[in-house]
């Protein structure tokens, strides 16, 4: 790895309009913040973080259903590991595991299958959150444990889809341009991302996720910005191509069907989430109502929606460094590490 | 409801001094862990370091060493990071009904060995045996399928004073920051072992004491060393400088991380600098005495990959220069370090 060119540097120094780029994917937010992007960009070119972190995103009464769970008598829920210390309306996962509860953390949704196997009589719950990248990988558990009848496993899904959280962001008339997430993108293929450089006049650039290309997607951005252009760029051609990624999205559509689901902080956003399709009934433990109610949401006066979108900043929400902290993070921009009100409380 | 304890608090990160802070800072010391060295300076007749640790880790056995070896590593490296020449541990070990003899006694006799690489006595000991673990609910994060017996381990040290005592106050602007060792090893080998990884990746669990000894030998002008375990080298950092008008500056580049456990870092989502070490040391020296004791450290078995990462500069907190130069503020671990889906 190396610097990027003094001639970039300089650009981005001397850029003499206040922007807003939103880089929309969590992990894009997190290869920012480790590589100490923001020093570079000068004073004018600001980085946004959407709301694309899905584990940052999902809602309390989801996380209730699964503490819920977890304190169940010989039920086991299994989550990725960030997925533990999201705060429900009473506790986040680490809390209920600290009470007796139970629940692990997996690298791969997979793993479960052997642990199914060798412990039949718990029930372990699947917690499935992730975006269109990792909904094919729930896709392939689905498979295994429909075919095969595996009675213990079930599901608690919180999947969702990027275009239409993406369609609600990009109205906003404060962001400029954005850093478009390439892991969405490989399988979604372009369009999506066209379709929203088109519809709301405002330039996209697909990147990867090291330093250099985000860098250079920024440049792409901001250049753009200047000359009053909104085209659609797409700088990660080794793995993302113009069409969509057939194969796993025909897994996806074979188990999952899109609904309405409420995004933490956010509220309800129409079709924008994965639920088991109704015939899979069985395998689910009421995905669906935990992933659409919004009636134990304790996250009133949250203003996390505004800051996401760039229109205060997180110490003008009244919540910030009392209700919610680091340590108990009500909204998603304080859940993640690398969430705008995160990184502002330390 | 009242308030449980959690593996957060275990972490060695923000929530682990909280709990110290808020408890045992309290009752036991004046409430503060700001300079909360490694092993007190006690009174005697001389001058003493005397500390302890207990050590839960699972797996229990590991890719370059076991409980056993941590135990005797963990609390000889906080001895000598005073400055202090380590003289005699205890060890208490506290064990499930059902444990394997012949694991113990391969756990005693890897302390005994270290002990003696080390020149250090175990002098005193205690055992106790509880009930063994339940269906369902383990000690342990990824033997609850399968409940086994476990144990574990204390040990606390003592220390003379050969030398002039090392304190973190000492630390003043422009000093030199030398790391002793490769980061993020021993955490990348006990990850891989829970998850069944098979990888040439071995822990760094060492005693440091030719490091140390070497170093104070050589009347290179030292200032203060610290242990870089659990919380890594960010929270290490972190900690060091929570008041001070000044801060760690440490360059990316310079960083001794063997590219193994880069990437295995880098594919499971973990950050290189919230990593744990169990053979690895910060330590502060004047700018003019940098390179001569680099050469030192260099020349001993476990330092053989130690660098210069940066220096003590004009800056509020710590920060890393990136490699695509850029800048970083440096944050303790936070939580578990939980593993990021995205």
Not at chain 1, 103 to 110: D, I, K, M, N, V
Not at chain 2, 164 to 181: F, H, K, R, S
Not at chain 2, 234 to 250: G, H, Q, R
């Amino acid at each position: 790895m190396s610097k990027i060119v003094p001639k970039t540097a300089q650009y981005f120094k001397n850029y003499s309009t206040q922007i807003k780029i939103m880089e929309v994917c969590g992990t894009h937010t997190s290869v920012i913040m480790q590589s100490g992007i923001p020093a570079l960009l000068g004073g004018n070119i600001q980085l946004i973080s959407g709301p694309g972190c899905p584990v940052c995103v999902t809602n309390q009464s989801y996380i209730n259903r699964l503490v819920q769970l977890a304190l169940t008598p010989s039920c086991c829920v299994l989550s990725f590991g960030d997925m533990l210390k999201v705060q429900g309306t009473q506790m986040s996962l680490a809390g209920a595991k600290a009470i007796g509860g139970r629940a692990e953390y997996f690298y791969t949704p997979l793993e479960v299958l052997q642990k199914a196997a060798q412990e039949p009589s718990t029930t372990f719950v699947v917690a499935a959150v992730g975006f269109e990248t990792t909904a094919p990988v729930f896709a392939l558990l689905a498979d295994e444990v429909i075919r095969q009848n595996i009675k213990n496993i079930k599901f608690l899904t919180a999947l969702k889809t990027m275009p239409p959280i993406l369609d609600i962001v990009a109205a906003e008339a404060e962001i400029d341009g954005f850093l478009c997430p390439g892991n969405v993108a490989v399988i979604t293929g372009e369009q999506p991302f066209r379709h929203i450089a088109k519809k709301h006049r405002k330039p996209c650039v697909v990147a990867g996720f090291d330093p250099q290309q985000i860098t250079a997607a920024i440049f792409v951005l901001a250049q753009q910005i200047e000359q009053q252009k909104h085209g659609f760029f797409n700088i990660y051609k080794s793995a993302v191509n113009a069409k969509p990624q057939v194969k796993a999205n025909a897994l996806t559509e074979k188990y999952f069907a899109k609904g309405d689901a409420v995004w933490r902080g956010i509220g309800l956003v129409e079709n924008s989430g994965l639920y088991l399709k109704p015939e899979f009934a069985d395998y689910d433990c009421g995905s669906y109502t935990a992933g659409t109610c919004s009636e134990e949401e304790h996250t009133n006066g949250c203003r996390c929606s505004e800051v996401i979108t760039g229109r205060i900043a997180p110490p003008q929400c009244g919540l910030f460094g009392t209700k919610c902290t680091p340590s108990t993070p009500v909204g998603p921009c304080m859940v993640s590490v690398e969430g705008a009100c995160n990184a502002y409380a330390f | 409801m009242s308030e449980k304890i959690t593996l957060a608090q275990g972490s060695g990160g923000v929530e682990t001094k909280r709990l110290i802070e808020s408890i045992f800072a309290k009752h036991f010391y004046n409430g503060k862990t700001q300079n909360m060295p490694d092993a007190a300076i006690v009174q005697g007749g001389n001058k003493l370091a005397f500390t302890t640790d207990s050590f839960v880790v699972e797996p229990l056995f590991f890719n370059g060493g076991d409980i056993g070896r941590l135990a005797v590593c963990g609390t000889i490296n906080d001895l000598l990071t005073t400055g202090a020449t380590p003289i005699a541990l205890s060890c208490g070990f506290i064990i499930q009904a059902g444990f394997d003899v012949a694991k113990l006694e391969v756990i005693a006799d890897s302390m005994a060995q270290t002990a003696k690489e080390a020149s250090v006595q175990i002098v005193t000991g205690d055992t106790k045996v509880i009930e063994p673990p339940q269906n369902g609910s383990s000690t342990a994060a990824n033997s609850a399928q399968n409940p086994q017996s476990n144990i574990f381990i204390n040990t606390s040290g003592i220390g003379r004073f050969d030398f002039e005592p090392l304190q973190l106050e000492n630390i003043t602007l422009g000093d030199a920051i030398i790391v002793t060792g490769c980061l993020g090893t021993h955490h990348a080998t006990i990850q891989s072992a829970r998850m069944g990884f098979s990888n040439n990746i071995a822990s760094d669990a060492a005693p440091l004491c030719e490091i140390v000894q070497s170093l104070q030998c050589s009347g290179v002008h030292l200032h203060a060393m610290r242990d870089i375990t659990r919380g890594g080298l960010a929270t290490v950092l972190c900690e060091i400088f929570e008041n001070t008008p000044y801060a760690a500056e440490i360059e990316e580049a310079k960083l001794p991380v063997l590219p193994q456990v880069a990437s295995f870092a880098q594919i499971l989502g973990l950050d290189i600098l919230h990593m744990g070490n169990e053979g690895n040391m910060l330590v502060f020296v004047p700018q003019s005495s940098a390179e001569a004791a680099l050469k030192i450290i260099k020349a001993c078995k476990y330092g053989q990959n130690a660098a210069i990462i940066g220096q003590v500069g004009n800056v509020k907190k710590p920060v890393l220069k990136t490699r695509i130069g850029g800048t970083r503020i440096l944050r303790p671990l936070m939580g578990e370090g939980l593993p990021r889906i995205c």
